[in-house]
């Protein structure tokens, strides 16, 4: 009996932890700073990176950064309107990619003219700062030094509609680009799925523990 | 349907049937619930093939390349490297080269924020360009892949001549799905491995089993034309052949089916290479104790043991079967007498006469000697084939094994650096060793983090918070490990020398991966730092599952089984739904 509601339980919350999931919205880009990722303006470890004139859009809550490395060292970013913190977060090492999501305290108004620092630890290779280059007054800083251009600055809130509200257009994308096309295949993925759910439940009541 | 149905009516028609029936008669040994944990890995490795966008996961176009070069010119490849995956490489096939373009994956690799494709004109113009005929033959390019050895490819190019007349995506489609066949064989052997070491523990093998098969990385792995696929199956295998051998003895048979696991492994992947030291301990091991190299009276009284838990074993599986009163199959006394049947054919070479003698007879220790012998030379052929081709053919008699061995004989670092590094690859740096990954906690931020979701081209992950929450679970099924193994203390003395082969399997792995990426120390350490390498030794995650539920007790162990069994399941889910969003959610 034990088993029984051990299952029962097991797959409502199951049930109750994607369903929650999947209620939440997918965050989204709220601005940029309009700069490409053309270029590699600075390689470097254990520096920090400061760039005039962002924009900070109201309920930001995360800021992605275009900086690159196979494992990337702790990050740290201020944004300062004078000398007043707007946000602040942080990113443990670890992270990996050509850009790295530094999640902020959402930011109730938007605030212009802000300087967005990145401090980033000392790490085993260099981190890349990917962007375009630009004159000397509009670059970014590292200490004293002008970078040879401006680092692409996205700052990202959570959307308005939940993943539940997306399913269909999300559905119709999962039809493209493979050997099958069309969004039965989406059909075929929740049979099995729910074939594994059974699977596993039964084989769980069958072969008692 | 009866036997005396199934038997042939002609002498030549049973010749003829005669491998059949006995494929047939070997898989009804297998337990139905290691099928069922085959089944469910199977599936789950299909769920995953049908949710990557093709070539989104680590090096899956050089793999490709390189069963495409084999099946269009029954050649290897010829020339590789590490290119990055954000170009494509003009060594690959016009017809890959094309589909890679128009699939955007260089522009989606690395960047998370970037989705497959999302348009029908886009899939227009894929599927224009892949009926365009375009050639299939590159100039032998494999990418990093070029210096694997070919056996998995080699069965990779029967699904794609198969799908030879559709399309690339048709005929990558058909190698994901034999790829997800392989997850099933990595569960099922994971299954029976976990039966072998914890043979009193019946009510725990499916949990460990399951929680195989349900694990996400296997599936993302193995949904997916990676050699890796093969390289955990056959892993598995030789954790179970061992644990085999280890609890019935060392026959010529035993030894047979290791020798074959570890041949099949060493063509599958270089990585495997790290098993084999523990798979000749292991060895020695066995034939020590079967030729008598142990203090009779201390071989006794440990076979007398071992007689005792089989015969307990029997008869609990027995009063198990009984007590249920519902079998999957037949009869449940002859179930019950074929279950005895077995359980005395493992008994019968542990309690004859002469081997619970003070002295081992010649005959035996001949027969220990012979197994030893046929395992190793069974093992070794592919090794000896290797070598001999290499030397015929004036190259080095290691081939690429020997540019590996060049690159770390180059090193100018010590082997006390190099042991440094290693330890730090893994766990914490301790006092006076050098700082190699500064800023770093390798075991939380790239073992446990990455082990616990790293998809696509190990640019999906998971938000940060969730690498935390999932410490909670992580440590319950921890603490519970630990209190199995403070409870199983007498039992681990006991079957030490075959926990320390386990061992020295395991650290051979981590060895392997940690050397490889020592190789390109300092100007890059952690190449080779992710958890997909450490799946070898699945077969071990599935004993540790087994044994945390087992430590909950008789009263809770039922329940925590169940529930680390739906827990596996919906991590499993939660994975799925991180790569859909990664890969076709809104732009983010």
Sequence with gaps: ?209 | MSTVERTPATPGAALRCAPLAAAVFALRRIPAAALLCALVACLNAVCWSLITPPFEVVDESDHFAYVQWLSETARLPKSGGDGLPTSINPGFSPEQQVALRDLHQPQIVFHPQRRAISTRAEQHALQADLQAGLSRKGDGNAGSAVSEPPLYYALQAIPYELGSSGSLLDRLQLMRLFSALLAGLTALFAYLFVREVLPGARRTWLVGGLGVALLPSLGFMSGAVNPEALLYAVSAATFYCLARAFRRGLTNRSAAALGVAVAVGTITKLNFLGLLPGVILGLLLLTARAAGWRMPRARVAHQSSQVQQAVGDARSSVAHKRSRGRQVAGDPRSRARRSARGARSHVQPRVRASQLTAEVPLAARRAAYRSLALALAIAGTPATLYVLVNLLSNRSGLGFVSHAIHATSRQQHSLLSEVSFIWQFYLPRLPGMAVDFPGILTTRNIWFNWGVGLYGWLDTVFPPWVYTLALIPAGLIGALLIRALVNARAELRRRAGELFVYFAMSAGVLLIVAASSYVEFPQQGSNYAQPRYLLPMLALLGVALALAARAAGRRWGPAVGALLVIGMLTYDVLSQLLVVARFYGPLG
């Design chain 1, 1 to 209: 009996m034990r088993i029984q509601i051990a299952i029962a339980a097991g797959l409502a919350l199951a049930a109750l932890v994607v369903g929650l999931t999947l209620s939440r919205s997918p965050t989204m880009i709220a601005g940029t700073n309009s700069i490409s990722q053309e270029t590699l303006l600075a390689a470097g470890s254990d520096f920090t990176v400061c760039q005039n004139n962002e924009t900070l859009p109201r309920g930001a809550s995360a800021i992605r950064l275009w900086l690159g490395a196979t494992i990337g060292p702790r990050v740290a970013v201020d944004v300062l309107a004078g000398a007043r913190t707007v946000a602040h977060g942080t990113r443990a090492a670890g992270w990996t990619g050509v850009v790295v999501t530094v999640p902020l305290r959402p930011v109730a108004r938007a605030a212009a003219l802000v300087r967005v620092c990145a401090e980033l630890d000392r790490a085993d290779e260099p981190v890349g700062v990917q962007g375009q280059k630009t004159g000397a007054a509009m670059a970014a800083t590292s200490g004293e030094n002008a970078l040879p251009g401006r680092m692409r600055i996205e700052y990202l809130r959570a959307g308005e509609r939940s993943w539940w509200s997306l399913a269909r257009p999300i559905v119709r994308r999962m039809g493209l680009g493979h050997a099958w096309s069309g969004g039965w295949i989406v059909l075929v993925l929740l049979a099995l799925l729910l074939g594994i759910g059974a699977l596993t439940s039964w084989s769980l009541l069958r072969e008692p523990l």
